[in-house]
Structure formats: C-alpha cells, structure tokens
T-cell receptor
Framework: GQQLNQSPQSMFIQEGEDVSMNCTSSSIFNTWLWYKQDPGEGPVLLIALYKAGELTSNGRLTAQFGITRKDSFLNISASIPSDVGIYFCAGYDTGTASKLTFGTGTRLQVTL | DTEVTQTPKHLVMGMTNKKSLKCEQHMGHRAMYWYKQKAKKPPELMFVYSYEKLSINESVPSRFSPECPNSSLLNLHLHALQPEDSALYLC???????????FGQGTRLTVV
C-alpha cells in the first residue's frame, strides 16, 4: 500500500519562528489534506489541496501540492504556543476513491 | 456545521463484553470512515462506507463489525476484543470521492 513519509519527525522551535514540513508519497495522489491533532482529540482539517502546483493559505498556514503529485509541503509563519501539536498530511490516491491515507506525522513543540 | 459527533468519549470493556461505538454527522456526506489510532502513530483506516454500502475493509478482524443504518449514522460493534485493541477510534465523513474529510473527537477505548 501507499506510504506517506513526513519530515521532520519532530521539531522544537521558538515562538515567532517559521516552520516548514513536508510529506512524500511512493505513489501519485490526487488530493492532499493537512490536519493538526491535539492529544486525545480528533484531527482538525487545516488545508485541502486539489491540483498539482496549487498553493493555498489559511491564515498563517500555507500549503502546496507538489508538481509531481507525490509530495506536499506545509509552512507555518510566526509560530505561537497554540501551534503545538502533531501535524499530519493525508491523501487520496488515484486508484481508490475515498481511501484516505495518513502520513507519519510531525510533532511540533514551541518554546517561549 | 462541520461537526462529527462520536459517543461515548471513553469506554472501558472486558474481553467478553459486547459494546458499540456511535458516530453521527449532518453535513450530507455520503462517505463515512472508521480509523484506529494507537499512541504516537497516525490514524489507520479500518472501514469506508460509500452511499451506506461498505466499500473498503482493510482486513479488519471480525470482532469489529461496522454498520451504517442511514446516511447520517455509522456504528462500530465490538465483541470479544483483545487488550491490544485498546486505542483511539476515530470516525470521519466526507463527500464521496477525494474530498475534505472531517473527524470526530474519537472514542478512547480500553480493553481489560
């Protein structure tokens, strides 16, 4: 099956810094979604991407759908303490509609 | 309203018990999902229902039995579970096809 690898696995940053993380797939995806999950809660949808090359923003978050359709990137600008959590990419592959697969996750910790 | 409601929030059950997890959404979505999530791991897909029909079963043991009684409800019936089945069980819904999926808060299941 597909594997979605996220990097970095974890990161410690200072408040106010910008954050970049990425997600790569072994196969082509036709939709990419980015989620944030707090401990003990369900994932919350941040951004959805539908077209190769698409760049979409949601407040301080910007995500891009890679040209090869095998990767996606998420940037967070001017991080704040409430950005702490685990960020997951997720995607629907081109072969099976409605099969949403999650990446391995990036754990973000923000220090004051 | 982008809310997916799961009940109960917490459940402790013995290995001989029968229990059910419930999920409800009123977004008009016709795809609904069950995921299992172990600590510090990404959600793993278990089942997908499209138009109230089971479309994907990711080789889940038969002690987990999904049911979709109508387009708004999704149940997961549990019987003879093992301690290793303890996890956060997440429900999600979306439009059929590669679209934004919204998650509930999850049910924290502990099997004793």
């Amino acid at each position: 099956g597909q594997q979605l690898n996220q990097s970095p696995q974890s990161m410690f940053i200072q408040e106010g810094e910008d954050v970049s993380m990425n997600c790569t797939s072994s196969s082509i995806f036709n939709t990419w979604l980015w989620y944030k999950q707090d401990p003990g809660e369900g994932p919350v949808l941040l951004i959805a991407l539908y077209k190769a090359g698409e760049l979409t923003s949601n407040g301080r978050l910007t995500a891009q759908f890679g040209i090869t359709r095998k990767d996606s990137f998420l940037n967070i600008s001017a991080s704040i303490p409430s950005d702490v959590g685990i960020y997951f990419c997720a995607g629907y592959d081109t072969g099976t509609a409605s099969k949403l697969t999650f990446g391995t996750g990036t754990r973000l910790q923000v220090t004051l | 309203d982008t809310e997916v409601t799961q009940t109960p929030k917490h459940l402790v059950m013995g290995m001989t018990n029968k229990k059910s997890l419930k999920c409800e959404q009123h977004m008009g979505h016709r795809a609904m999902y069950w995921y299992k999530q172990k600590a510090k791991k990404p959600p793993e897909l278990m089942f997908v229902y499209s138009y109230e029909k089971l479309s994907i079963n990711e080789s889940v043991p038969s002690r987990f039995s999904p049911e979709c009684p109508n387009s708004s409800l999704l149940n997961l019936h549990l019987h003879a579970l093992q301690p290793e089945d303890s996890a956060l069980y997440l429900c999600a819904s979306s439009q059929v096809g590669a679209d934004e999926a919204f998650f509930g808060q999850g049910t924290r299941l502990t099997v004793v």
